[in-house]
């Protein structure tokens, strides 16, 4: 069998088929791609976000951008979970370590988000809507003096009120503004993502998955990827899929794809 | 330890529900009768009454006795009648209208209960009042008490016994520091004490005190007059010793002239069915008299009645 596979193995001097390295690694990085997301997909939720945000804690910086997807796409009940798992996992909370472990204003807004039991209600107060909207205006307005992100207003905002309440915000900014709050962003990385993640969770799937498909997305891409299947649960990714189906088709693989087509069927249909 | 006292042979739901409902009917109320009931039966027997009673009559069993009582004694019952969960969501919602005294009540709240039971309150909150907890400290609270209180509210702290002990020193060096530099709202500070487990918490005072020499409670006595330090001490002593807390409330709501009947009645309404008796232990070995005395003493009517059947006295 060796033998017939030449384009896997290589002669080599001593006389026996060798691996081709570069094969080789692509394989491996292949089956692990699988195993991800198949390990991921049938953990209990809970410890998979625990395990998530541990993670991303521990990777640092780069990473903090997976806190903030897990605290602001999961439900109130999924969030709660996850620091039930996490007491249960690590014998820490999670607020704990992530507060002694980040510093800055970055801090401030990850563990806020992280503590959150968000009403999930129809009820809105269109009065706060309103001059909440008019908070986000000045906070942004002034963003030359001080960053958006350390501005105590919109961090009480983010953190505290509905997801509900969130869109009607962003909306209303819509309202004061050519601009809207995400396209005023750009340079407040983190805090962009949150008002994505919180209020057009759709664009934040849609950028993801485009990144992860594209030619030149890198390992942390990819697995931006393979995350979002194995966690996010239909909902605001239904229409996402639809989009990329064809894409997937192209350049996804294997066992792999096989996998994220069923996992995004079952979703997506 | 509770004070509260159930019969072993509780009668049925739509028995206590039609003397309930007796209690109400024709000129005037039988408080005793109401205190007989109410005062006798734990969470879950209440809120099947109340739910019965609904059912049966088409009137909120609450709505009947803000309607029929008055005053200090209505407001006790009331409160009593909820559950705890309600009753913290209740209360908090209270202290998040008023002014920033009412901030002790939402430390005491966040800060004495249990990772589970706050977490109750929350949810009772978002049911009842349609918004979240956190979203009205948040927008009622600015400053130096904002970036306290909402740690403190929204915490779900680990419970378990597990504590690193070097991590006890180094933070214990930490409070230290900042508490000698009077950096009293620190990040630090708030997050040692917003985030931490409480046993965690207790082995760093601990250390605090063999290091350094003061308990803790006593380097945030530098200023009578600063607000936040008081809410800061309060916030250690629920955390750490919750009883000589509820101790001191009870003591200054007695002792104040004229008594602190919203003290009284809150401490004696959330404790009844925890560890009012363990208070009431501590209250008599501080103050050489029995709880229950003092609040002979200093109370009268039916609001006395009701709080001594919470406080375990027994009729003589």
Excluded at chain 1, 250 to 258: L, T
């Amino acid at each position: 069998m060796r033998k017939g596979c030449s384009k896997l193995f290589c002669e080599d001097e001593h006389q026996f088929e060798r691996w081709n390295h570069a094969v080789l690694t692509n394989l491996k990085a292949e089956f692990k791609r699988f195993k991800d997301v198949v390990v991921l997909s049938l953990m209990h939720p809970w410890e998979r976000d625990a395990r998530l945000l541990k993670k991303s804690l521990k990777k640092g910086h780069e990473q903090y951008n997976v806190i903030v997807e897990i605290t602001c796409t999961r439900s109130s009940d999924q969030l709660l979970g996850a620091r039930k798992a996490y007491h249960s996992l690590f014998d820490r909370s999670i607020e704990e370590d992530l507060a002694s472990h980040i510093k800055g204003s970055e801090r401030k807004l990850l563990v806020a988000l992280v503590s959150a039991y968000r009403y999930e209600g129809p009820k809105v107060k269109e009065d706060n809507v309103r001059s909440e909207a008019k908070a986000f205006f000045n906070a942004i307005k002034n963003s030359d003096k001080r960053k958006v992100v350390e501005d105590d207003e919109v961090v009480r905002i983010l953190t505290t009120r509905s997801k509900l309440h969130l869109k009607e915000v962003y909306e209303q900014y819509n309202k004061l503004s050519d601009k809207t709050i995400i396209e005023e962003l750009e340079v407040d990385l983190l805090l962009k993502e949150t008002v994505e993640c919180l209020c057009t969770p759709q664009t934040y799937f849609t950028r993801v998955f485009g990144v992860a498909l594209s030619g030149d997305a890198n390992e942390d891409e990819k697995k931006a990827l393979t995350r979002l299947v194995a966690t996010q649960e239909g909902g605001e990714m239904k229409g996402v899929v639809a989009k990329f189906e064809r894409r997937i088709e192209e350049k996804v693989k294997g066992a792999y794809k096989d996998v994220l087509v069923g996992v995004l069927a079952k979703d997506g249909k | 330890m509770a004070t509260l006292t159930v019969p072993s042979a509780v009668p049925s739901v739509s028995e206590d529900c039609e003397q309930l409902r007796k209690a109400f009917a024709g000129w005037g109320t039988n408080e005793n009768l109401i205190i007989d009931i109410l005062g006798h039966r734990n969470a879950e027997q209440r809120n099947l009454i109340r739910k019965t009673y609904g059912e049966t009559y088409g009137e909120d069993l609450l709505k009947a006795l803000n309607k029929e009582l008055t005053s200090d004694f209505e407001r006790l019952v009331v409160l009593w009648t909820l559950d705890p969960a309600e009753r913290d969501a209740h209360l908090a919602n209270e202290a998040t209208k008023r002014w920033t005294s009412s901030n002790q009540v939402l430390v005491e709240i966040a800060c004495t209960r249990s990772a589970n039971q706050l977490l109750h309150a929350r949810q009772a909150y978002h049911a009842r009042f349609k918004k979240s907890l956190e979203e009205d400290v948040a927008h009622h609270t600015t400053g130096d008490f904002r970036k306290l209180l909402l740690p403190l509210v929204s915490a779900y702290r680990y419970e378990g016994d597990e504590v690193n002990m070097s991590l006890a020193k180094t933070e214990a060096k930490l409070l230290h520091e900042k508490i000698s530099d009077k950096a009293y709202s620190d990040d630090d500070v708030v997050r040692v004490f917003g985030t931490r487990s409480k046993a965690q918490i207790n082995a760093t005072l601990n250390h605090y005190k063999n290091e350094y020499g003061n308990d803790i409670i006593e380097d945030l006595e530098a200023d009578p007059k600063d607000d936040f330090l008081a809410l800061l001490r309060s916030t250690v002593k629920c955390l750490v010793y919750p009883e000589k807390y509820f101790e001191e409330v009870l003591r200054s709501a007695i002792n104040k002239r004229g008594t602190d009947e919203g003290a009284l009645t809150r401490v004696v309404s959330t404790r009844a069915e925890f560890d009012l008796k363990i208070i009431a232990d501590e209250y008599q070995r501080r103050n050489s008299v029995p709880l229950t005395r003092a609040i002979v003493k200093d109370t009268h009517g039916d609001y006395e009645k009701m709080l001594l059947v919470l406080a375990g006295h027994e009729e003589a």
